[in-house]
T-cell receptor, first 114, second 114 residues
Framework: AQSVSQHNHHVILSEAASLELGCNYS??????LFWYVQYPGQHLQLLLK??????LVKGIKGFEAEFIKSKFSFNLRKPSVQWSDTAEYFC????????????FGAGTRLTVKP | DTEVTQTPKHLVMGMTNKKSLKCEQH?????MYWYKQKAKKPPELMFV???????INESVPSRFSPECPNSSLLNLHLHALQPEDSALYLC?????????????FGQGTRLTVV
């Protein structure tokens, strides 16, 4: 089945370490891609999004993501994480066949140790 | 105003009860979503309304009945639920069919079925 997948289930880093979380999708054609963050007890918030243009997208809180079409990937990066980045991170995709559809990957739990 | 408001925040109901979850937004978004999120899992799409018409129904059991009475409101009517239906129910809104437009999420209703 067509889907979006996140291979890292739980990532543990120390403060100031660099972060890269993987996201792959299996839809052909043009897709809309997003990264959302869910802090403990809070609602889902958008970090960044991509549809077209520059494949390197900058978001809030120092996050960025790179769209690599040939790899069907949209990995999230941050050069130096902080304790406050501890949260659940979800990749989401709007597939080409239905612009109202929005699917989430399994999520990656990030724990940043002070 | 970029808020999606969900009420109630918490709900405990018996398996024979009938209850409703409510969602409201005033961003002029004409696509509204219900997701179900179990602990440590991603949001799972349940229903999508576009211009007040049901656009996507992910084969959700009939004990969940969505309703979109107008462009600002979305309800989820619950009847004869099972304990395994206990979860966080998330509402989201978005510009329907919009390219590169994200979904805005509410805080969710934490539902416990006893």
């Amino acid at each position: 089945a067509q889907s979006v997948s996140q291979h890292n289930h739980h990532v543990i880093l120390s403060e100031a370490a660099s972060l890269e979380l993987g996201c792959n999708y299996s839809y052909g054609g043009t897709v809309n891609l997003f990264w959302y963050v869910q802090y403990p007890g809070q609602h889902l918030q958008l970090l960044l999004k991509y549809f077209s243009g520059d494949p390197l997208v900058k978001g809030i809180k120092g996050f960025e993501a790179e769209f690599i079409k040939s790899k069907f990937s949209f990995n999230l990066r941050k050069p130096s994480v902080q304790w406050s980045d501890t949260a659940e991170y979800f990749c989401a995709v709007i597939p080409p066949h239905n612009n109202n559809d929005m699917r989430f990957g399994a999520g990656t739990r990030l724990t940043v140790k002070p | 105003d970029t808020e999606v408001t969900q009420t109630p925040k918490h709900l405990v109901m018996g398996m024979t009860n009938k209850k409703s979850l409510k969602c409201e937004q005033h961003m002029g978004h004409r696509a509204m979503y219900w997701y179900k999120q179990k602990a440590k899992k991603p949001p799972e799409l349940m229903f999508v309304y576009s211009y007040e018409k049901l656009s996507i129904n992910e084969s959700v059991p009939s004990r969940f009945s969505p309703e979109c009475p107008n462009s600002s409101l979305l309800n989820l009517h619950l009847h004869a639920l099972q304990p395994e239906d206990s979860a966080l129910y998330l509402c989201a809104s978005r510009i329907p069919g919009g390219v590169n437009t994200e979904a805005f999420f509410g805080q969710g209703t934490r539902l416990t079925v006893v």
